[in-house]
């Protein structure tokens, strides 16, 4: 797992860091007893089921089974390789890692390769853009839209060239694969003949950085009216579209100082609005807000106004969608544009009437209210009916029971119908069952069978019990693999003089399953009801009757087998055995 940082580097760096600091940089963490908890950031869930241990330095969810240490958990939550996350965190310990341990080139992960071809492309579409002739067309459609040149190098826009082959050929020049090309989505497979050609030809090209500012996609719009107006890259291993919001790696600290985020759609949306000055904004990329993306936004703030355009078609149905935010908490404001996209308004109005017109913005409560009324007659019976179909769900998805409570008052009070009424529609409203938002059932520590996993946990709390383990029982006396491999881990760190601390442990793993078993097994509660030492000579009993069981069993077969071939001498002994281990 260490890959090429030695072990001395990877504990100077895991012992500069507290764990429950580093995660508190991405979620709130809150207080309980000698731990912290707070809602999983890798699961949808109300209560807080994720916590996190300083004094272990681990984190566990008793919900979705994720866990392990620093490392682990920055590997999950910023699709870290093992040695990004280590050299992330040295970075910020002040720690510097010699070169020699820094991979090379031939060693690079799937994921470093592809942000690498990213940062080629992106350079090479950039270049063409800013100095060559056949770019002038775009230009010229820039400097129409009132971008300048300033904005165009601070985002890196870029221009692809009108042929098939242009990036491909220069992407061979810098001796890249064209496997690595198609992985990162920049070329499209012949479909009459064998080769590629180049996905984006004769388009304004925007890349698309995560929040660590590497590249990861791009967008490209054509020059005029024509159909596809945008081309976005397809998923690939460093870019899922539901995980990502564009701009939010230049707008993340002006949204955290604002306390607030604009919510846009799309490139020249966000690039114009930016470019006036007003720096807390990001985009969407034309499709439905996910959880992943508020959860991201979470991490700069709790407030966010959304921006519609006011011909929008669908606006309802992407008003429910909003419902979303509601459940994660957050404060959600709505406004629309009187004339065109924001684009549009900020050339036609400027950004102080674009502040104004996002001041006034109206809670999300407001917004749709306003809006199904002017679709459905609140005046009539069944328009008041319809309304509050579409109203209810949204109330019930706020987490505060004041709020909710004060709402549906508020929406009793404006259609004028019975309060005691719209509590009964509320509570007939059900939240979606577990199975709606299924995930992978972990395999982790809940498998494992209870004398197994008392005894590992003894193991890990105290040091003492491995050693008379091994003077008691071997690896293979555990029936479960999971649980083998993490006393092979133990009693290899035991060999070596090293501490048997979870947190260590957990670095030394290879198998991806063993990091969550130590962590859920650290992160139980477990009051024994006698001596722990008791515990520990009562399990060992017990495995050594279940071993003994076992080999009963095997030893029947065995001499079922004996008797079938007439082998006396194979025979004598098998029963041999057998009386030895019954008479015990």
Request: net charge positive.
């Given at each position: 797992m260490a890959g090429l940082i030695s072990e001395e580097i990877i504990g100077r760096v895991q012992d500069s860091c507290d764990i429950a600091e580093i995660i508190s940089g991405y979620i709130p963490l809150k207080r309980s007893g000698r731990n912290f908890k707070t809602l999983c950031p890798f699961h949808h869930e109300k209560t807080p089921s994720f916590m996190v241990n300083p004094d272990k330095q681990i984190f566990h969810c008793f919900g979705c089974g994720a866990g392990g240490n620093v490392f682990?958990?920055?590997?999950?939550?910023?699709?870290?390789?093992?040695?990004?996350?280590?050299?992330?965190?040295?970075?910020?310990?002040?720690?510097?890692?010699?070169?020699?341990?820094?991979?090379?080139?031939?060693?690079?992960?799937?994921?470093?390769?592809?942000?690498?071809?990213?940062?080629?492309?992106?350079?090479?579409?950039?270049?063409?853009?800013?100095?060559?002739?056949?770019?002038?067309?775009?230009?010229?459609?820039?400097?129409?839209?009132?971008?300048?040149?300033?904005?165009?190098?601070?985002?890196?826009?870029?221009f692809a060239p009108d042929k098939w082959d242009s990036l491909i050929n220069y992407l061979r020049q810098k001796n890249s694969s064209l496997n690595l090309l198609d992985k990162a989505g920049l070329i499209v497979a012949k479909e009459k003949s064998t080769g590629y050609y180049d996905r984006f030809r004769n388009r304004i090209i925007f890349p698309v950085w995560d929040v660590k500012e590497r590249c990861i996609a791009f967008g490209a719009r054509v020059l005029d009216d024509s159909l596809p107006k945008y081309i976005n890259s397809p998923e690939t291993p460093v870019y899922v579209k539901g995980n990502n919001l564009y701009g939010l790696n230049f707008s993340k600290e002006a949204i955290r100082e604002s306390d607030f985020a604009i919510i846009v759609e799309g490139y020249m949306d966000f690039i114009t609005v930016y470019q006036a000055g007003i720096e807390n904004i990001i985009a969407t990329s034309g499709t439905a807000l996910t959880v992943e993306q508020i959860r991201l936004l979470k991490r700069y703030t709790h407030n966010v106004v959304l921006l519609f355009d006011a011909d929008q078609a669908g606006v309802l149905a992407t008003l429910r969608s909003l419902d979303i935010f509601l459940e994660e908490g957050m404060n959600v404001k709505v406004t629309s544009l009187d004339s065109g996209d924001p684009d549009l308004f900020i050339r036609k109005f400027g950004a102080t009437k674009f502040k104004e017109m996002i001041k006034g913005a109206s809670s999300l409560f407001d917004y749709k209210l306003r809006l199904l009324c002017s679709k459905y007659s609140p005046k009539e019976i069944e328009g008041k009916a319809k309304i509050c179909n579409e109203m209810l769900p949204t109330i019930n998805k706020f987490k505060d029971a004041i709020l909710k409570f004060e709402y549906l008052k508020k929406l009793a009070d404006s259609l004028q119908v019975s309060e005691e009424a719209l509590r009964i529609e509320l509570a007939k409203i059900k939240e979606p069952r577990a199975g709606v938002l299924k995930t992978e059932e972990p395999r982790t520590a809940s498998n494992l069978k209870v004398v197994e996993k008392t005894l590992l946990k003894l193991m890990l709390e105290e040091e003492r019990f491995i050693q008379n383990f091994k003077e008691k029982l071997e690896v293979a006396d555990f029936q479960d693999p999971t649980c083998r491999q993490i006393l092979d881990l133990m009693f290899d760190f035991v060999s070596q003089g090293k501490e048997i601390h979870p947190s260590k442990l957990i670095s030394g793993c290879s198998d991806e399953l063993l990091p969550k078993t130590i962590a859920q097994l650290c992160a139980e509660e477990i009051t024994y009801p006698e001596d722990k030492d008791k515990i520990f000579h009562e399990c060992v009993n017990r495995l050594k009757k279940d071993k003994i069981k076992n080999r009963c069993k095997e030893l029947q077969g065995e001499i079922k087998l004996a008797e079938c071939y007439g082998d006396r001498e194979k025979l004598h002994q098998l029963m041999h055995e057998y009386n030895q281990l019954i008479k015990g």
């Open positions: 682990n958990f920055l590997m999950r939550h910023e699709r870290m390789e093992f040695p990004e996350a280590v050299e992330y965190l040295a970075k910020k310990a002040g720690i510097v890692i010699p070169q020699k341990e820094i991979h090379d080139k031939q060693t690079l992960s799937l994921f470093q390769q592809l942000y690498k071809i990213n940062e080629l492309a992106l350079n090479f579409y950039h270049e063409f853009l800013l100095n060559d002739k056949g770019a002038q067309d775009a230009r010229d459609y820039l400097q129409k839209r009132k971008v300048d040149t300033d904005t165009i190098k601070k985002f890196k826009l870029g």
